[in-house]
């Protein structure tokens, strides 16, 4: 029993490390990298604590040179899936009773413990998997991670502080419950603190869940459950459940006992998602919480009074920075004619500087895409841009998957402001431009924020306050996350809450206290504490 109000430990942001030659963090890496290289691991799912191995498994290979082979992993079917709701389902009275503070201390203790021994470990897993520079993994799969577990926790407490009003003789107080049921969280390739978050907010609030990570980020999410084991997490409480999206996502959605779903990734699954509970809401014993951030095609717009310098770097950083491969990469810029000529030359001059190649090598600034399928889908944008005869390609343009999933950063400039590639999500090192006539602002802007049904994140340049004040305004509803002279991407945990409207999700904004709220459920107390004795009224006597 606890007797006492706790308090959490106000978070601070985790310092990005910079990994400089003859640093001890840079040692450390190294030294890991090559150790995880030199070994092949077997994944097996994890539910209710017992490790399954199914026998059905698939290769863990690195993306920038197909023959490092990091292990296999089993994969799940509706047989485990099953199993693993069931695992959830008997945990879930325990874990929901657990006094609050001592889940967050299971969480708070997986932040410390990544800080510090932890820290090259997943590091290097994200490198190795997803294909990232140690910056982008640094900024990722440490700090972001530790940033949501510790602000998360935080958050938690400020929500049941919120307590109502009572009038004299009565004491009135809500309670903040975990949701019945279980929570399903799907989480995606590109980002490890995604991976990290999608399970671990619910079930920090009493929820227990089901986790399918991406197939391609099965590596380090592996290592992420495993750090919340040493932690002290509970078996049950999260149940570690990769494979294919059918075999994994039929089975659960369909269940009864499903409660909500805590999901990132593509729009069109998302939506498909969203229609089978509907489609079987009357079998359904609860309304499921659904929170989802899907695509983007995030623009930058720039102005005639625009720092080029700043927006070459902008765009070079917010296209092409872990390839594209972001919800949040600028992938359309629309340029006034006036600056197009300055901006093209440095931009140009820049990009063709970039150096590409494996993640190991510190002086890269690009790796390779994920996987065959994203590799195939980005090169026909390209494809279909070399046989655009209203385009032109500036930079890049090449591509070459015979050793890993190498594409160059590719610029389009296209006179066709709706043209295939400014349209339509490619989440590669594809940016389009298009340049428009001083004198057309406003019609510029309205096709930028037409052109897309995203409507994620977007950014703005001009040091011409008014003309500032005109773009926000205009574009108020084009993105969830607005950057005013920066680049569109690198939200930061309790500093730009993350998430989009329109076809980009349900902007629950993820390291908030608004998506701590969606796996509560409140319940509210009255207590009178001198209850009346007589049912009548005052109003009814008759003297």
Excluded at 213 to 223: K, L, N, R
Excluded at 355 to 369: E, H, L, R, W
């Amino acid at each position: 029993m606890s007797n006492a109000f706790f308090k959490i430990p106000e978070p601070i942001n985790d310092p990005v490390r910079s990994y400089e030659p003859g640093s001890l963090d840079r040692a450390l890496l190294k030294e890991t990298l090559a150790n995880m290289q030199a070994q092949e691991i077997e994944v097996p799912l994890v539910i209710g604590g017992q490790e399954i191995k199914t026998g059905n498994v698939a290769d863990l290979r690195a993306p920038h040179d197909h023959s490092i082979k990091l292990g296999v992993y089993h994969k799940a079917s509706a047989k485990e899936v099953n199993m693993a709701i069931e695992a959830a389902l008997d945990a879930r009275s325990n874990w929901a009773a657990m006094p609050w503070e001592h889940r967050a201390s299971i969480i708070l203790k997986a932040a410390d413990l990544l800080t510090a021994a932890w820290r090259p470990v997943i590091n290097g897993a994200t490198m190795l998997g997803q294909s990232k520079t140690v910056y982008q993994a640094e900024i990722d799969a440490a700090c972001e991670i530790v940033d949501f577990w510790r602000f998360n926790a935080y958050y938690m407490t400020q929500i049941m502080a919120e307590q109502p009003i009572s009038s004299p003789g009565i004491w009135n107080r809500v309670e903040y419950r975990p949701l019945e049921g279980f929570v399903f969280a799907v989480s995606p390739f590109n980002f490890t603190s995604i991976g990290a978050n999608l399970p671990t907010a619910p079930a920090m609030v009493g929820n227990v869940v089901l986790w399918k990570p991406a197939s391609s980020a099965v590596y380090s999410a592996h290592y992420i459950f495993q750090l919340l084991r040493e932690a002290g997490m509970p078996d049950g409480v999260i149940n570690f459940i990769p494979g294919s999206g059918g075999q994994v996502g039929n089975p659960v959605m369909t269940s009864p006992d499903l409660a909500g779903i805590h999901f990132t990734g593509s729009t069109p699954v998302f939506q498909g998602m969203w229609k089978t509970v509907g489609d079987t809401i009357h079998e359904k014993k609860y309304y499921p919480r659904i929170v989802g951030e899907t695509g983007g095609k995030d623009f930058i717009f720039a102005h005639n009074s625009a720092n080029i310098d700043a927006l070459v770097t902008a765009t070079i950083r917010g296209a092409f920075e872990y390839q594209g491969q972001k919800c949040s990469a600028a992938s359309r810029l629309y340029v006034p004619a006036s600056i197009w000529p300055e901006f093209k030359e440095k931009y140009v001059a820049e990009v063709n500087q970039i150096k590409m190649g494996d993640p190991t090598d510190f002086s890269n600034f690009m790796n390779a895409v994920i996987d065959r399928g994203a590799f195939e889908e980005i090169t026909a944008y390209i494809d279909h841009a070399k046989a655009d005869p209203d385009s032109e390609i500036i930079t890049g343009g090449g591509y070459d998957g015979s050793k890993g999933w190498f594409i160059e950063p590719t610029t389009i400039v296209t006179s066709n402001p709706r043209m295939k590639t400014m349209c339509e999500e490619i989440f590669g090192p594809v940016m389009s431009i298009y340049v428009y006539d001083d004198d057309k602002l406003d019609e510029a802007l309205a096709l930028c924020d037409e052109t897309s049904p995203y409507a994620l994140t977007g950014a703005v340049f001009a040091q011409d306050r008014f003309a500032i004040v005109k773009m926000a305004d205009y574009l108020q509803n084009a993105a969830g996350n607005f950057y005013i002279n920066d680049k569109p991407t690198g939200a930061v945990v309790g500093q730009q809450p993350f998430g989009g409207g329109r076809a980009s999700g349900t902007n629950d904004k993820a390291g908030s206290a608004t998506n701590m709220t969606r796996w509560m459920s409140v319940r509210t107390i009255k207590e009178t504490l001198d209850p009346p004795t007589d049912w009548r009224y005052p109003f009814m006597d008759s003297k």
